[in-house]
């Protein structure tokens, strides 16, 4: 039985999503894929489910209705996986700007003692490839005003590229997740290090997307800066929320 499940989120991304399965499943370990595609009107959801008749039995496709945020896409994705019991969970963008090799160091990170890896682009100075200045250092900025408000050891907390192992997927309640944007990330992260589950840093080189359009907006940026400390603060009165 494959221990390790790819969760893919998608919307519009056509001219990645069959390059970016087929890296996947061309690694020397064998991972099963999900996309979870948000009802994308560019045919993303149907060449997937072309792909299916080429790869039966490891790539699998879940459709929602509409686009609902990255968020809700992934505890989607980790209901699925934790019901078909994968030991390994990964979360990864479908437009290539996470290396798919790098998903076998992320794996043998959790098979070496870690809970939770981070796919970092910080942990060894600034590795990005393709972003401009001012980008940079939002995504630097923000890493660093995470760590400080919420006291978390970790170098790039808004990073997107991540194995879990099935038991802290388990032991969050998925239901109690507040955020949909990227603040996702951080508070996906947050409620690991309260549960004092062993985080993981793996330097990662991140390469912005060559096709399609990126997702980021102006109220995604805004729910992550004021979200942050919003979190921080339920953290303090609401503990039995961020505690399993």
């Known amino acids: 039985m494959i221990d390790s499940l790819v969760i893919i989120p998608t919307f519009n991304e056509i001219e990645n999503i069959e390059a970016i399965i087929k890296a996947v499943f061309n690694l020397e370990k064998e991972f099963h894929v999900l996309i979870v595609d948000d009802n994308s ?89 393709n972003w401009p200045l001012h980008r940079v250092l939002l995504s630097y ?38 955020f949909v944007g990227y603040a996702f990330q951080i508070e996906m992260k947050f409620r690991a290090h309260l549960n004092k589950f062993k985080i993981v840093e793996v330097p990662i080189i991140f390469t912005d997307r060559v096709l399609g359009k990126s997702k980021m907006n102006s109220s995604i940026v805004r729910e992550a800066i004021f979200g942050v400390i919003k979190m921080k603060w339920m953290s303090f009165f609401r503990k039995n929320k961020f505690k399993s």
């Open 41 to 129: 009107p560019d045919g993303t959801a149907s060449k997937v489910r072309e792909l299916q008749k080429t790869f039966p039995g490891k790539l699998f496709l879940e459709v929602r209705k509409e686009k609902a945020g990255l968020g809700t896409a992934y505890i989607h994705g980790f209901r699925w996986a934790i019901a078909k019991q994968y030991d390994f969970i990964f979360e990864m963008d479908a437009d290539f700007s996470h290396t798919p090799k790098d998903l076998i160091r992320l794996y043998q990170a959790c098979v070496d003692g870690a809970d939770l890896a981070i796919g970092s682009r910080y942990i060894k100075g600034v590795n990005v490839v």
């Open 141 to 178: 900025g923000a890493s660093f005003y995470v760590k400080i408000i919420t006291g978390m050891r970790v170098h790039d907390p808004t990073a997107g590229f991540i194995c879990y192992k099935r038991s802290v997927l388990e032991n969050i309640d998925l239901s109690a997740i507040h």
